[in-house]
């Protein structure tokens, strides 16, 4: 161990250790220097737009490839055809992943609902990794604490025969 210019022992350090210690302080500080310099910029957030584009980008391609935007509602365990309505203009950010939510109608039964999409952003690549029913006609399916867990509410069917 050195300690101020001495060995553990207590004698002297020698020309060359003391020129090898400092070798190796000008080497850890070039290397601290070089790291900052060519780190690269930090990758800058999306924009709410990319995010709205990834969405409805997503929808698209789901309509392309299976003929129609379908999603499983599992309160009626049933298949729901959605078209787009518009995708709303605020986006969140909730851990890992951006949000921003959409009004879609139901091609069959005429209902609106309110899709909520998760986004992720994998080092400037924005996917869609998540989608949940939020809204059915207007009545929330589940809300947020205050520490942005997701909180079921009950349905409207279940509230009125309770």
């Not at 997503?58 to 499983?72: C, D, R, T, V």
């Not at 365990?77 to 203009?89: A, P």
């Amino acid at each position: 161990m050195v300690k101020a210019g001495r060995v553990s022992s207590g004698r002297p350090l020698s020309f060359k250790e003391k020129e090898f210690m400092r070798k190796n302080y000008v080497v850890f500080g070039m290397a601290l220097l070089l790291t900052g310099l060519f780190a690269g910029p930090a990758l800058a957030e999306p924009t709410p737009e990319a995010l709205h584009q990834t969405i409805r980008d997503y929808i698209a391609n789901e309509e392309q490839s299976k003929g129609a935007f379908e999603i499983l509602d599992e309160r009626g365990v049933v298949l729901r055809r959605l078209e787009l309505v518009r995708v709303h203009e605020r986006v969140g950010k909730t851990g890992d992943y951006y949000y921003s939510c959409t009004d879609m109608k139901d091609v069959i039964t005429g209902d609106l609902l309110d899709l909520d999409f998760d986004v992720e952003d994998l080092n400037g690549t924005l996917n869609v990794v998540g989608i949940r029913i939020h809204k059915d006609n207007g009545n929330p399916r589940y809300t947020y604490d205050d520490n942005d867990q997701m909180v079921p509410l009950p349905s409207a069917t279940t509230a009125s025969l309770s």
